[in-house]
């Protein structure tokens, strides 16, 4: 069955770092699109960063320069590392991929950063 199941997150300072892990079981790992989206409270979902045909990487202009998505195939995992965190950055953390023409979602993730 493929499933997305997303790891780390939790509370961190301003300025402080977090590395999210998003396991793929199942062939959903091959997935064209695969990535992070967020959303905070009040707000709509929105992407954060994405890998594309297994390859290019899409960032928001908000994750540009803080934030690295990569794949670890071994572990057949796709990874959000995050530095320089800001409060704004808090939401709840999902990950994402387009599979059989359809949208597949994580349970999501709730990272927090202090001021």
């Known amino acids: 069955q493929e499933e997305l199941v997303e790891s780390g997150g939790g509370l961190v300072q301003a300025g402080g770092s977090l590395r999210l892990s998003c396991a793929a079981s199942?062939?959903?790992?091959?997935?064209?699109?695969i990535g992070w989206y967020r959303q905070a409270a009040g707000k709509q979902r929105e992407p954060v960063a994405v890998?594309?045909?297994?390859?290019?990487?899409d960032y928001a202009d908000s994750a540009k320069g803080r934030f690295t998505i990569s794949r670890d195939n071994a572990k057949r995992t796709v990874d959000l590392q995050m530095n320089g965190l800001a409060p704004e950055d808090t939401a709840i953390y999902y990950c994402?991929?387009?599979?059989?023409?359809?949208?597949?979602w994580g349970q999501g993730l709730q990272v927090t950063v202090s001021s």
């Open positions: 994402y991929a387009w599979w059989n023409w359809r949208h597949v």
């Open positions: 199942g062939d959903i790992f091959n997935s064209n699109v």
């Open positions: 890998i594309r045909n297994r390859r290019n990487r």
